[in-house]
């Protein structure tokens, strides 16, 4: 084995994550987990040199065991995939990489249903909307719902959740006021027609609409960035950087 491959995959992982550059900070927080939660406790001192095919295999065998669930198991397999790809391709630290189980890197995922296009807009219509009203807890333990102006409902529930239950019945029949945020409205219709995720959808700026052509361009993404959950904007990937509008797309197909 030469000398270079005794370097210990632990240390040489945690070094590749360091000097990848263009990972966005949730990716380097991802990558930096899976080697400390499920690479480094079983492979991490081992050197580069001695790691083979039939190791990593008992090691894949080791997580099921363990509990730890397929996606989690992929992913890990395929981060120290490329980890020691760079050994063999850049560094010339090995001759071949072992990571070479069938299927390993693989998520078997169950398709999720999808709404259709009715559906779609009939969500984006009733979200966001609230029936307007409040609720008075009598001395007896009821609850009295007021609603329209302080207007008191006929009878009293026995509780607030029941309350709360004959408030929504009331708006869906029209007999109690709602406030509607559109917010969330276009939030569902951009999430949906221009397939946009929830950081590109919560960084958009007025700035970022133009009506003609009707292109949404956007300049910054929101990630979370460390185990507090603190979010710090990024730059969205190039390819994701304009999207048209759905009505422009099919414009351009014609």
């Not at 400390?36 to 991490?44: E, N, Q, S, T, V």
């Not at 078997?108 to 999808?114: D, M, V």
Request: include cysteine.
């Amino acid at each position: 084995m030469p000398e270079r491959a005794k370097v210990k995959l632990g240390a040489y992982a945690e070094l590749w994550i360091e000097q990848r550059q263009t990972l966005r900070p949730r990716t380097r927080e991802l990558y930096a987990w899976l080697l400390r939660k499920h690479i480094a406790p079983h492979l991490g001192g081992v050197d580069l040199g001695k790691l083979s095919t039939p190791m990593i295999r008992e090691w894949l065998t080791r997580l099921a065991n363990a509990g730890v669930g397929a996606t989690s198991r992929a992913k890990a397999y395929r981060l120290l995939r490329a980890v020691l790809m760079t050994a063999v391709v850049e560094d010339k630290l090995l001759s071949r990489n072992p990571c070479q189980v069938r299927g390993a890197g693989t998520e078997h995922a169950e398709e999720r249903p999808t709404l259709t296009v009715a559906q779609v807009f009939e969500l984006a219509e009733r979200g966001g909307v609230r029936p307007v009203g409040n609720f008075l807890k009598l001395d007896s333990g009821d609850y009295r719902l007021r609603y329209r102006v302080m207007r008191r409902a006929p009878r009293t529930v026995a509780t607030r959740a029941e309350a709360e239950r004959v408030l929504w019945k009331m708006a869906e029949d029209g007999h109690a006021d709602v406030i509607r945020d559109e917010r969330l409205r276009a939030f569902i219709l951009l999430a949906t027609f221009a397939s946009l995720r929830w950081g590109e959808i919560t960084a958009l700026r007025r700035c970022d609409i133009a009506i003609s052509p009707r292109v949404l361009s956007g300049s910054v993404t929101p990630t979370s960035n460390g185990p507090t959950v603190r979010c710090c904007l990024g730059r969205p990937s190039l390819r994701r950087g304009f999207v048209p509008s759905p009505s422009r797309r099919r414009s351009s197909r014609t």
